[in-house]
């Protein structure tokens, strides 16, 4: 089975500056997707930023970026410039090539921008 | 688009009474999926639908929950009887077959048990 583990359960960082989420999984497939998640105090569940496994280059929105080592089955998240709407907490999920249609969810990082 | 829909956005009930949270997935989306999310485990996929047919149900806990999908366009998930361990947030999401393989997200329901 899939896990999707985020080491570190809270963050915090300045307005203004850049912050690096880390998110590791395991999997046994070659083909797959990656997401970042963020939910704000408002609960509301809202895509960040998605990569597909066969794709070498890091995906890239506006000021959210990935760093996707593949072989190292590791999946981070850098947010630049960081805002105080940035604060919110951010889930790292993992979903198999289409015929398996499951998000497996990490805990999440709760981050905090600070002004 | 109106994007997921999700009602009640909060409910408050006591132990033992039947519960019954609803989804409208975005029109036209194929698969229509049922996460549970509480402090201790997380976010929790419970069942999803494809074409209105049940794919994955392993993450029902137990014979208490039920969901169901009539049409295209509106799911339920009911929990009789209800019991305290049941409060949490649960959120329905929704994917689109050909597209990316993005799942969009209503806004939850949170259910408070007493």
Same mark, same amino acid.
């Given at each position: 089975a899939q896990t999707v583990t985020q080491s570190q359960p809270e963050m915090s960082v300045q307005e203004a500056e850049t912050v690096t989420l880390s998110c590791t999984y395991d999997t046994s497939e070659n083909n797959y997707y990656l997401f970042w998640y963020k939910q704000p105090p408002s609960r509301q569940m809202i895509l960040v930023i998605r990569q597909e496994a066969y794709k070498q280059q890091n995906a890239t929105e506006n000021r959210f970026s990935v760093n996707f080592q593949k072989a190292a089955k590791s999946f981070s998240l850098k947010i630049s $410039?960081?805002?105080?709407? $940035?604060t919110a907490m951010y889930f790292c999920a993992f979903m198999k090539q289409r015929g398996s249609e499951k998000l497996v969810f990490g805990k999440g990082t709760k981050l905090t921008v600070n002004p | 688009d109106a994007g997921v829909i999700q009602s009640p956005r909060h409910e408050v009930t006591e132990m033992g009474q039947e519960v019954t949270l609803r989804c409208k997935p975005i029109s036209g989306h194929d698969y229509l999926f049922w996460y549970r999310q509480t402090m201790m485990r997380g976010l929790e996929l419970l069942i999803y639908f494809n074409n209105n047919v049940?794919?994955?149900?392993?993450?029902?806990?137990?014979?208490?929950f039920s969901a169901k999908m009539p049409n295209a366009s509106f799911s339920t998930l009911k929990i009789q009887?209800?019991?305290?361990?049941?409060s949490a947030v649960y959120f329905c999401a929704s994917s689109l077959a050909?597209?990316?393989e993005t799942q969009y997200f209503g806004p939850g329901t949170r259910l408070l048990v007493l």
């Open positions: $410039d960081s805002q105080l709407g $940035d | 049940p794919i994955d149900d392993s993450g029902m806990p137990e014979d208490r009887p209800s019991e305290p361990r049941d050909r597209g990316p």
